[in-house]
């Protein structure tokens, strides 16, 4: 069974603080995404990495940056939290040569507050 | 980006009935997927259809394409309490395998 997990499930930090939210994959897994869910905006794809050291932007980058120096492990990083950055944090990672290549893993979530 | 819309917002019924959301899409897919969020947890797959398929069924789950409308049903037959949740259709981009998700159903079983 792959499992996605997360470093914390609850997390309370102030504004200006900076703000390291780790996802680790125990599969072995190529990709990994970072999404943020929001009540009445679904799920919204923030930052992704198809490799070690390879990044892509997603939709709503701004006031982020992540980290992928080892295969299993996918951080995200707000570098200057603010209160905007209150939210829920997914990660994800989908299987590759699975048979189902788009199906996506998730951890169980970060619920983060920023004061 | 392109993303699925779900319909109804919420719902809510008995025990036992069925319940059936929906979901449009914009542009041409390849696949499209339905997920369960429970309340405060990340979210499991529950099917994946692709776009030369127009029905499939898991359990008490049966889903349904139609591609001449950009739609998709997500049908759970004999709903249980334990079937309270928020249902997500993502839609693949194209020319791309990242799933982009819509906003959610939200169900409520009562027993």
């Known amino acids: 069974d792959v499992k996605v997990t997360q470093s914390s499930r609850y997390l309370v930090k102030r504004t200006g603080e900076k703000v390291f939210l780790e996802c680790v994959q125990d599969?072995?897994?190529?990709?990994m995404f970072w999404y943020r869910q929001d009540p009445g905006l679904g799920l919204r794809l923030i930052y992704f990495?198809?490799?070690?050291?390879?990044?892509e932007k997603g939709d709503i980058p701004e006031g982020y940056s992540v980290s992928r120096e080892k295969k299993e492990r996918f951080s995200l990083i707000l570098e200057s939290a603010s209160t905007n950055q209150t939210s829920m944090y997914l990660c994800?990672?989908?299987?590759?040569?699975?048979?189902?290549?788009?199906?996506?893993?998730f951890g169980p979530g970060t619920r983060l507050t920023v004061l | 980006s392109q993303q699925g819309e779900e319909d109804p917002q919420a719902l809510s019924i008995q025990e036992g009935e069925n319940a059936t959301m929906n979901c449009s899409y914009k542009?041409?897919?390849?696949?499209l997927q339905w997920y369960r969020q429970n309340s405060g947890r990340g979210l499991v797959h529950l099917i994946l259809?692709?776009?030369?398929?127009r029905e499939k069924h898991s359990g008490r789950l049966r889903v349904t394409l139609d591609t001449s409308k950009k739609s998709s049903s997500l049908l759970i037959t004999a709903s249980r309490a334990a079937d309270t949740a928020s249902y997500f259709c993502?839609?693949?981009?194209?020319?791309?395998?990242?799933?982009?998700f819509g906003r959610g159903t939200s169900l409520i079983v009562h027993p």
């Open positions: 993502a839609t693949d981009r194209r020319g791309s395998y990242i799933p982009t």
């Open positions: 599969m072995d897994h190529e990709n």
């Open positions: 994800a990672s989908p299987p590759r040569g699975s048979g189902r290549p788009d199906t996506q893993y």
């Open positions: 259809i692709r776009s030369n398929e």
């Open positions: 542009t041409s897919i390849n696949n």
């Open positions: 990495s198809y490799d070690v050291k390879m990044k």
